[in-house]
């Protein structure tokens, strides 16, 4: 590598040592700060496994039953505590099985860092047993991947793909060996890396950008925030609170960007999107001028677009200069790190407090809580419902649990009815909609966060995508809390089908096995529960317990999320039912 | 006017690195976007490359699209200009049979008039080369088929923009 494209943290007091290629590897890891990584090991891989071996003690490797459980577990892991997860798999199937994973984790601005093995380099386009262009097919979902074709390469290159995966904002890097790479010596050296030429991940604050976004936000009658993941990612939790606070603006989070304010806070009012709250979504086509901070306009939160916002003026806070006029087009563009901006503004914020406009946030509140909410937490009808497991699983954990929802009904359910007191807490696969995140995903976040209770809500048919994962949970011990939330169904897809498509159920019922056999085939406690006055005990049963534990709720087959906004509709064109 | 589609003159200053290609051309993939034509080449700075891409899509893409490329870390800059931005040229080689050039006396005329270059004549074929716009490249093809051509071969545009492009006092300014 070109010293000159990279700056560089120089050790000066560090002598080379010679190693081979592997040790390097989990030398490099070590001195990125790395103690778990997730894996399965295979042919190519094998030298770094040996040296896994050799340094068990320093750093611990969980054996995931597959590839893609290894990148939901470190996806999992980065979540909750912010660091780089690391995945690692062997070539060929191996590296193919990570990138479901990867794509997960670059539309989700994941920090990730997943290693594979590939055939010695000789053999490279010969069509060797297990070879797969794993760089090739993995350019698209990754923000940046390389091969190492040289052990000399491994020290520099692993330097950059942490700093590329952790700085600006952030995503999934894959760094391929060849078998030859971990088995040559060369002389050791690690120096981290500081910065690349040709990227700046984060864009310089422009002081002329802040000065006209506080004016506008100053002038606003209606104003209203829209913050997403930037606001966990960028550790602006405080910056943010503070905004809202002074200026007395409500403020509402795309389904990445929940938790960063807890629940309760009066200014909090709910998710927007496809079946977020009704009232910022009605109200983002009222409101004068919209804030969006650290969010990017995905389809789900907008509806469309041509009728989306048209009235208000836009502001957008956000690290990444593609995202910008992308989807909605901007009057004031802020472009910078979250927080950076957030503090620069505050000052120049006047105080202010729009109770009327507050108001009517909690009017349409009124109006969501009677037609919807009321029934989904309070339901009056036999079947046990989304909702109300939800409701009961909050009481508990007094809102101090992570939740790692998958995807579907069961995951708006969580996302809406969740409460929240600390950040990190909601960790879901958002933009790509991976069902099976949700198992692996709990195993990684428990691990970088053992004093917290880590909570898996997933329906039953996210939870057989990666099943098997239960195993690693046995084998690793990972204390995390599974609730099933069984409706026999596919039911986000039954509820299009319902709604959209003449309620021909094609392919979403499932039939389903005895989930607490299983469960107790992998030696976890698990229950099952059918009935709503074995709930409230069986939630306090699974909270109490020090192990893992597996709840099954079998809750209303045909219950439908909402509210909703069908494909294509406005925002303000919201379902209540 | 704005969904309008023109052709942008795309360039491109990159690190030298594999699989930059793919990245790059992957961006335009993943839209259905039909790459005209692409060029890559050295640039007038040391150890940096630089893509040369034509394409024919609506301003507001082409903006979009440069955000993307610009955002792979690779890649130092990224710009588009429309044709009276620039001044570009493609190139074209023709092998046709020798026989004609004695044959013929209106190739001959043809050579001359479009400033095309013979490379290389032997008993079997000569080689006839000529850089210029395509209008100029396509008017020499039709005059030539006439004759027959054995062999034709055009090369994608290259293009000098009249604007400067900051690259240099952006790599400075890395090092400082």
Known sequence: MNLQTVKIAKAENQNSERISGSEAIIKCLLAEGVDVLYGYPGGAIMPVYDELYKYQDKIHHVLTRHEQGATHAAQGYARISGKVGVAIATSGPGATNLITGIADAQIDSTPMVCITGQVPSHLLGSDAFQETDIVGISTPVTKWNHQITKASEIPEVLAKAFYIAKSGRPGPVLIDITKDAQFEEFDFKYEKCLGIRSYEPTPTLNEKDIISAAELINSAKKPMIVWGQGIILGQAETELKSLMEKAGIPAAWTILGASAIPTSHPLNVGMVGMHGNYAPNILTNKCDVLIAIGMRFDDRVTGNLASYAKQAKIIHFEIDPAEVDKNVKTDIAVLGDAKESLKSILPKINNNNHSEWVQQFKDLYAIEYEKVIKKDIYPTKNGLTMGEVLKEINNQSKGEAAIVSDVGQHQMVACRYAEFNTSKSNITSGGLGTMGFALPAAIGAKMAAPERDVVAIIGDGGYQMTIQELGTIFQSKVPVKIVVLNNEFLGMVRQWQQLFFDKRYASTELVNPDFVSIAKGYYLEAKKVTKREELASAVAEMMACKDAYFLEVCVEKEDNVFPMIPSGASVSDIRLE | ?176
């Open chain 2, 1 to 176: 006017m704005k969904d309008k589609k023109e052709l942008f003159t795309v360039s491109v200053y990159t690190e030298n690195n594999i699989g930059l290609l793919n990245r790059i051309s992957a961006i335009f993939q993943r839209r259905h976007i039909n790459i005209e034509s692409m060029n890559t080449s050295a640039s007038e700075i040391e150890g940096v490359s630089r893509f040369t891409i034509l394409v024919c899509v609506t301003e507001d893409q082409i903006k979009k699209i440069i955000g993307q490329i610009e955002k792979q870390v690779e890649v130092i800059k990224a710009y588009y200009h429309t044709d009276e931005d620039t001044i570009y040229q493609e190139s074209c080689m023709f092998k046709i049979k020798s026989d004609l050039l004695f044959d013929e006396r209106q190739i001959q005329n043809i050579i001359k008039e479009s400033n095309a270059r013979i490379v290389t004549v032997n008993k079997e074929f000569f080689v006839l080369e000529k850089s210029g716009r395509r209008e100029e490249v396509e008017l020499l093809h039709r005059e030539l088929s006439a004759f027959g051509i054995m062999q034709f071969v055009r090369s994608g545009r290259i293009a000098i923009t009249k604007n400067e492009m900051k690259i240099t006092e952006m790599l400075e300014a890395f090092h400082n």
